[in-house]
C-alpha cells in the first residue's frame, strides 16, 4: 500500500531548535523506548537522542533515494567484506549541524551528553585500513551526493576486543548488537536466497544447479549521512537467516533440536568477522561469507535496475561495481550466472556486459596474503561458479595464445588457475580480467603493482591499471575527533575546509605568526592532556603531557616494524642509564594495535612492548624522561582520542611493503610530524609538505631489493653497531623477562638470521632521524611551525578528492542534482 499517495497521511517534519529537540528526545524516551526522566538508564537516553537524530537525517535519506530514481542517474554499489564507521551518533549530529544544540537539549534534560557519545559501540566490521578507506569513501560519497550503496555484511561479532593480561594479548567477541542497535534499520521484504553446495546436474548440459543448501540474507540499512545532508547513502548489511526449508524437513519428523540446530548452523555465516587481515587459506567458511553477501548484492541492484529498466543492455549505464581488494570478487562468476542461468543472455553478452560494469582495487603486494581457493574446496561450496571460471579461463587463455602464438610460458604464467601443486584459483588475476579499471592505493604501490603481481596483465591489458592514492574524511578526522583545532582553524580560515580541505593551505601563512603558533601548541596539549588521562585510567601509566607523544597505532604485523620503533626504545633506555644527568627529551611512547590471534611473532611483539614498558616505566633512574605504554583495544574510536595528542606519527614500514597507510594522513591533519620511511604515501605526503618538514629515513624500494639480492647478513648490522647489539643482547638474555629468559628467543633467532623487514639495515638511520626529532623538539615555536605546514598540506588528502577521482576516471558517475 502506497501510504503517501493518501490523502490524509501527513507527518510532521522536524525542527532543529534547541526546543525541538528536546522534545523529540523525550518523545522518544516516552514513546520509543517506554521510560521517563524518573526511569531511563543511559542507555535509554542514548537510544531515545539516536531516534531524535535518525528522525533529522530521514527526509534527506528519503529525498536522495527518490532524486536518484528520478533523475535516473547511474550508481555505484561499493561491496566490501569490512566497514569500519565508528560511532554514528555524533558524526550525525554533525552532518545535520544539531551537534551544539542537541548537547544543549541534553542538558536541560539532565543527560551527561558526552558520557552518553562514550556508550555506543563502536562498530568493528573490519580489520583495519581496507575496512576504515570503505567507511571514509562512503562518507565522501555521500557528502558529495554521489549516488550509491555500500554493501557489506552484518556480522554478529565483529573484530574481537583486545585485552591485555599479564602483558599477553587476548581476544574477547565483540558482540555489538547485544543490546540492540538504534541506529539500524531491518528491511525484510528485501531477502534473498543464496545457495551452496549441490551439483550440476548432467542431463541438462551440466550448467543446472541442483539440490544445493539455501541461507536467506535479509537486509539492515543504515544511513549514511553526508556533511551538511549533501546526501544520505545507504549502508546495507546482510544477516544470514535459515531458510524454512531447512528446518521443516527435521520438524515434521518431530525432532525439533535439530531442527534448530540446523538453523543455527545455516546462520553461522553471518556469524563472525574473520580477525585475520591476512587471507585464511582454505577455510570454508570464509568462502561461504564471501559469496553470501556477493549474491545477495547482485540479486538485490538487479531487482532495482529491473524494476526501473526494461533491459539489461543498459546495465553498464546505470550500474558500476566495484570490488574492494579480492573479498568480493566471486562477483564476478555470480554475475555472469545470474545473467546466464537467470536471465538467459549469452555467454558473450554477459561477458561484454561484466566488463564494463565492475572495477577493481588492489590493497597489498604481499604474495601471502593474495586470495586463492582450493580448486577442490571451491567445486564443492560453488559448483556452477567453479564451471564458468573455467569457461572463463578458456576463453581468456585461447584469445591469449591467438594474440601471443609463441608464448606458452604467459599462458602458465596468466592462467587464473594456478598449476604448480594442487590447483588454486586466482582471485585477484579473475578480478583484473573482469574490471575495465584496476587500481592501486598511491603512486608507489600503483607502479609496482604492475612491474610485481600484475606485471603479465599489464603487458595485456595496459588501460586498465591506474592509480588513485587513498585519502581519509576531514569530517570525522578532524572537525570530530579535533575539537581545538577545528575551532583555532575556524577563527582563522572560516569552515568550509570541511568540504574544500585544499582551503588549509592558507594556514602556510599563519605557521609563523605569534598568536597562531602559540594557540595551536595550546591545542595540541590540551589534546594530549585527554589522551593522558585516559592513558592512566585505563592502563594506570602516567604520562607527563609535556613530554613529546611518539605514537605507533595500527595492526600489529612485521612488514610495519613496531619491533624496529621498541629497539629505538631500548637503545634510548640504555643511553639514559649511561648518561643520566644530560639533557635528556622527555619522551612517551605510545603503541596500540591487534595481532591476528594465530600470528605468532606479532603476539611477541605485544608482549615484548608490555616488557620493556613494565622495566622501564618502574626504572626509578629513568623517571619522566621516557614511558612506554601499550594502549589496549585499539579501534576508530580510540584512534580519534589517540591521534589528535600526537607530536610524531611513525610510519615505519620496510620501503615497497605499505600499499598506502592512510593513519600517516590522519596524523600529519592533526598536526604530527611524520617519522617514516621512502613507502606508500608517505612518499605523496612529504612532496606536499616538504622534506624539510619530515624526518625521512631508511632504504628505499630499490636498495631493499638490491641489499636482499647481494645476500643481506643481519648479523653483520648486529656485530657492528654497539647500541644495536646491546638492545637485542638484553632482549635475548632476559632482561625484560627475567622471570622466563628465553621468552624471545624466536624473535631475536629470527631478527639475527633472516631479519625479512630489514629492521637491522634500517636501524642506525631510524635512530640517526630520532635524534633529530629529539633536536628539533627542544624548539617548540619551530616544531609548531613545521606541524602546521603538515596540517596546511594535507588538502589532497581528502578521500572527497580520492572519490572524485574514481568517480571521473573509474565509475563514470554524476552527483544527484538538487
Ligand atoms: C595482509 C597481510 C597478510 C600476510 C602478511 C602481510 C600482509 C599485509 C597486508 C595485509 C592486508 C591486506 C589488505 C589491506 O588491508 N591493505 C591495506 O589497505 C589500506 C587501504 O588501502 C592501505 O592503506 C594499507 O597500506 C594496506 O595494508
Known amino acids: 500500500m502506497n501510504h503517501a499517495a493518501e490523502p490524509d497521511f501527513e507527518f510532521d517534519h522536524p525542527t532543529n531548535t534547541v526546543v525541538a529537540l528536546r522534545r523529540s528526545i523525550a518523545n522518544r524516551l516516552v514513546y520509543m523506548v517506554g521510560k521517563d526522566v524518573q526511569s531511563a538508564t543511559q542507555r535509554d537516553w542514548l537510544f531515545a537522542i539516536f531516534h531524535a537524530a535518525r528522525d533529522r537525517v530521514m527526509d534527506r535519506w528519503r529525498e536522495t533515494r527518490r532524486a536518484t530514481h528520478a533523475q535516473d542517474l547511474k550508481r555505484v554499489y561499493y561491496l566490501s567484506m569490512e566497514f569500519l564507521p565508528g560511532r554514528m551518533l555524533g558524526n550525525a549530529l554533525m552532518a545535520v549541524g544539531i551537534y551544539d544544540e542537541t548537547r544543549a537539549a541534553c542538558a536541560q534534560l539532565g543527560a551527561d551528553f558526552d558520557q552518553l557519545l562514550d556508550l555506543e559501540a563502536d562498530p568493528g566490521l573490519g580489520n583495519g ?25 552484518r556480522f554478529d561479532y565483529g573484530m574481537f576486543s583486545q585485552r591485555i593480561l599479564k602483558g599477553q594479548q587476548v581476544e574477547e567477541p565483540d558482540g555489538w548488537l547485544e543490546a540492540g542497535n538504534p541506529w539500524e534499520i531491518m528491511r525484510p521484504e528485501f531477502s534473498y536466497s543464496v545457495c551452496f553446495g549441490g551439483r550440476l546436474d548432467p542431463d541438462n548440459g551440466g550448467v543446472h544447479w541442483i539440490e544445493a543448501e539455501e541461507v536467506i540474507a535479509v537486509a539492515y540499512d543504515y544511513a549514511v549521512p553526508g556533511y551538511e545532508l549533501g546526501s544520505v547513502s545507504t549502508l546495507r548489511l546482510w544477516s544470514a537467516r535459515a531458510s524454512h526449508a531447512i528446518n521443516l524437513d527435521a520438524f515434521n519428523k518431530g525432532d525439533y533440536i535439530r531442527a534448530m540446530e540446523a538453523k543455527n548452523a545455516s546462520e553461522n555465516v553471518s556469524r563472525v568477522l574473520y580477525p585475520d587481515d591476512s587471507t585464511e587459506h582454505g577455510r570454508e567458511l570464509r568462502l561461504r561469507q564471501e559469496y553470501f553477501f556477493v549474491s545477495a548484492s547482485l540479486q538485490d541492484l538487479l531487482r532495482r535496475f529491473l524494476r526501473d529498466h526494461g533491459s539489461l543492455d543498459q546495465l553498464p549505464d546505470k550500474v558500476a561495481i566495484h570490488i574492494n581488494d579480492t573479498h568480493p570478487a566471486l562477483a564476478v562468476p555470480e554475475l555472469m550466472r545470474l545473467l546466464i542461468d ?3 543472455l549469452t555467454w ?16 597489498t603486494l604481499m604474495q601471502e596474503a593474495l586470495e586463492t581457493w582450493s580448486v577442490d574446496l571451491f567445486g564443492r561450496v560453488l559448483p556452477r561458479h567453479l564451471r564458468i571460471i573455467f569457461d572463463l579461463n578458456a576463453h581468456f587463455l585461447a584469445e591469449l595464445h591467438a594474440r601471443f602464438p609463441n608464448d606458452n610460458d604467459l599462458l602458465r604464467r596468466i592462467s587464473l588457475i594456478d598449476e604448480n601443486g594442487p590447483r588454486r584459483i586466482r582471485m585477484a588475476y579473475l578480478s583484473v580480467l573482469a574490471s575495465h579499471r584496476v587500481n592501486g592505493v598511491s603512486a608507489l604501490h600503483s607502479r609496482l603493482m604492475v612491474s610485481t603481481i600484475f606485471a603479465d596483465f599489464a603487458q595485456v591489458f595496459p588501460e586498465r591499471f591506474c592509480n588513485k592514492t587513498n585519502g581519509i574524511t576531514p569530517r570525522r578526522w578532524l572537525a570530530q575527533a579535533n575539537p581545538p583545532l577545528s575551532e583555532l582553524i575556524d577563527a582563522r580560515i572560516g569552515t568550509t575546509w570541511r568540504r574544500n580541505l585544499d582551503e588549509l593551505g592558507a594556514l602556510r601563512d599563519l605557521a609563523t605568526e605569534p598568536e597562531f603558533n602559540n594557540a595551536f601548541q595550546l591545542a595540541k596539549a ?15 601509566v602516567v604520562l607527563n603531557p609535556e613530554s613529546l607523544f611518539d605514537v605507533q597505532v595500527k595492526r600489529m604485523h612485521e612488514y610495519k616494524r613496531q619491533l624496529l620503533n621498541l629497539l629505538h626504545v631500548i637503545t634510548r633506555y640504555h643511553q639514559i642509564l649511561a648518561n643520566p644527568h644530560a639533557n635528556w627529551m622527555p619522551r612517551s611512547v605510545i603503541f596500540a594495535g591487534k595481532a591476528a590471534s594465530a600470528y605468532y611473532m606479532a603476539k611477541q611483539v605485544i608482549r615484548l612492548i608490555n616488557d620493556v614498558a613494565h622495566v622501564v616505566n618502574a626504572d626509578p633512574r629513568i623517571g619522566e624522561k621516557l614511558k612506554v605504554v601499550f594502549v589496549p583495544n585499539y579501534r576508530v ?18 620501503a615497497g611493503t605499505e600499499a598506502s597507510g592512510t593513519g600517516n594522513m590522519k596524523f600529519a591533519l592533526n598536526g604530527a610530524l611524520t617519522i617514516g620511511t621512502w613507502d606508500g604515501a608517505n612518499i605523496e605526503i612529504a612532496e606536499q609538505v616538504g622534506l624539510d618538514n619530515m624526518f625521512v629515513f631508511g632504504l628505499r624500494t630499490e636498495e631493499v631489493a638490491a641489499v636482499r639480492a647481494a645476500g643481506y647478513r643481519p648479523r653483520q648490522h648486529y656485530e657492528s653497531n654497539y647500541d644495536l647489539k646491546l638492545a637485542i643482547d638484553r632482549i635475548a638474555d632476559g632482561a625484560f623477562s627475567p622471570a622466563e629468559p628465553h621468552r ?3 624473535l631475536v633467532n629470527a631478527l639475527l638470521d633472516s631479519d625479512h623487514y630489514l629492521l637491522l639495515a634500517d636501524y642506525a638511520d631510524y635512530v640517526a632521524a630520532q635524534d633529530k626529532v629529539d633536536a628539533l623538539y627542544r624548539r617548540p615555536i619551530e616544531w609548531a611551525r613545521q606541524a602546521i605546514l603538515n596540517v596546511a598540506g594535507m588538502g ?10 574514481y568517480a571521473e576516471d573509474i565509475w563514470n558517475v554524476k552527483p544527484i542534482n538538487s
Open 796 to 805: 589532497v588528502f581528502s578521500s572527497d578528492r580520492t572519490i572524485r577521482e
Open 744 to 746: 624471545y628467543h624466536d
Open 637 to 654: 574510536s580510540l584512534a580519534e582520542i589517540i591521534i589528535p595528542a600526537a607530536d610524531l606519527s611513525q610510519q615505519i614500514s620496510t
Open 526 to 540: 590540551q589534546n594530549k592532556r585527554r589522551l593522558a588521562e585516559r592513558i592512566a585510567r585505563e592502563t594506570g
Open 348 to 363: 558473450d553478452k554477459a561477458w561484454s556486459l561484466c566488463t564494463r560494469i565492475f572495477s577493481y582495487t588492489n590493497h
Open 342 to 344: 537467470v536471465h538467459r
Open 129 to 153: 585500513g581496507l575496512g576504515r578507506l570503505a567507511a571514509c569513501f562512503l562518507d565522501s560519497m555521500a557528502t558529495l551526493g554521489l549516488p550509491n550503496m555500500g554493501y557489506g555484511i
